[in-house]
């Protein structure tokens, strides 16, 4: 699949099935097509899926390594105007549901529902100092160290350190948005989160549903933070995102 010009940045993004436009947004130490490979085969059928990895993360290719979240948000409009998408469904996970919640404040008109996995809208900090590059090399998790190298290495050009500092930047410091910002938010919306996950706990996400008028959340039960992934349930997270997406007009 292509490179494609959006903004200052060569976004890279996969596409597949027909249908309405469905746009993943990947976590942050992700991208597309990896964090979303349960969802290929059930969505493609229904919808024209695409998964682009942001700006510092898999293949996109950008001059700068500095990224964070709203500037996602940014990324996503104009990859949906150079497609000439002028409304899509936003299924994000973790970071990539802080997107989602900035593409719904800043760009409502474009935005046809929002589904967030793992992420109710509020910084969740916690567990962020074991990702420090320091941290990592002081207790030898080399193994997440080369994965992170190889998984982006053509965004970050194999400075896998400051992609971390990127990241645990971003982590502690969004999604940033006030009670009335998420309170504006008008397409119909869903958050689904694990039993166990303890960024997106149950009493966020009743929090964020009180104040977003047409929304509800799931709990996925006996599941982490990646409930939609292998081995925890997919099957089950895939049904509830296709039967929300089947209500909307």
């Known amino acids: 699949m292509p490179h494609l010009q959006c903004n200052d940045i060569e976004m890279f993004y996969e596409q597949m ?10 976590s942050g ?4 097509i990896l964090a979303f490979a349960n ?9 024209t899926c695409y998964f682009p990895d942001f700006r510092g993360h898999g293949r996109t290719r950008s001059q ?6 709203p500037q996602h948000a940014e990324d996503i409009v104009a990859f949906m105007n150079q497609l000439q998408i002028s409304k899509a469904h936003l299924i994000g996970y973790g970071m990539g549901g802080g997107v989602a919640l900035y593409c719904a ?10 589904t967030s996995i793992g992420q109710s809208g509020f910084v969740a900090s916690q567990g962020s100092e074991e990702f420090e590059p320091e941290w990592l090399v002081r207790n030898n998790r080399n193994d997440f160290i080369s994965s992170m190298i190889e998984r982006h290495i053509e965004a970050h050009r194999g400075n896998w350190q400051e992609f971390l500092r990127q990241k645990i930047r971003d982590w502690r410091t969004y999604p940033q948005l006030s009670n009335e910002q998420l309170g504006s938010i008008q397409c119909p919306t869903l958050f689904i989160a694990g039993q166990h996950d303890e960024f997106a706990p149950e009493e966020d996400l009743k929090r964020v549903t009180n104040l977003i008028r047409d929304s509800r959340y799931v709990i996925v039960p006996e599941c982490s933070h990646r409930p939609h992934m292998s081995r925890e349930n997919p099957v089950f997270v895939n049904d509830t995102i296709l039967r929300f997406l089947e209500k909307i007009l």
């Open 17 to 26: 099935g027909i249908g309405d436009p469905v746009i993943f947004l990947h």
């Open 29 to 32: 130490f992700s991208r597309g």
């Open 39 to 47: 969802q290929l085969l059930d969505f493609q059928r229904k919808y």
């Open 64 to 69: 700068s390594l500095e990224w964070s979240t």
């Open 105 to 114: 404040i800043k760009h409502p008109n474009r935005i046809a529902s929002l």
